[in-house]
């Protein structure tokens, strides 16, 4: 099972970057997939999250209306699209698998992670 997450780099205050997460998870469409972050000397937060078969998202409050999580499950693949991006939403970003059926909240919900992927926001 590997998760590879990429797409992150430099944006500037109030643009836009789209995450991808590629997976060669055998059973893609069984898993809820969700996006996590962390900064230095903070814990991994919760960003968003989708259900199996997409019926469900949720968000962290400091990213609904800005961010927008999708998935394609015949391709293995999971997006997150960030807009409105502010300085606070740099960090880096993980991807993360779950074979429960439910979008968890907390980095122990989830059973792979993929390497990270560097999101910086400048000003």
């Known amino acids: 099972v590997q998760l590879q997450a990429f797409g992150g780099g430099l944006v500037q205050v109030g643009g836009s970057l789209r995450l991808s997460c590629a997976a060669s998870?055998?059973?893609?469409?069984?898993?809820?997939m969700a996006w996590f972050r962390q900064t230095p000397g903070k814990e991994r937060e919760f960003v968003a999250g989708?259900?199996?078969?997409?019926?469900?998202?949720d968000y962290a409050d400091s990213v609904k209306g800005r961010f927008t999580i999708a998935r394609d499950n015949a391709k293995k693949m999971v997006y997150l699209q960030m807009n409105s991006m502010s300085p606070e939403d740099a960090a880096v970003y993980y991807c993360?698998?779950?074979?429960?059926?439910?979008?968890?909240?907390?980095?122990?919900?989830?059973?792979?992670w993929g390497q990270g992927t560097l999101v910086t926001v400048s000003s």
């Open positions: 993360a698998a779950s074979r429960s059926a439910l979008i968890g909240l907390k980095d122990d919900a989830y059973h792979y």
């Open positions: 998870l055998i059973t893609f469409s069984t898993h809820v």
């Open positions: 989708i259900s199996r078969a997409s019926m469900n998202t």
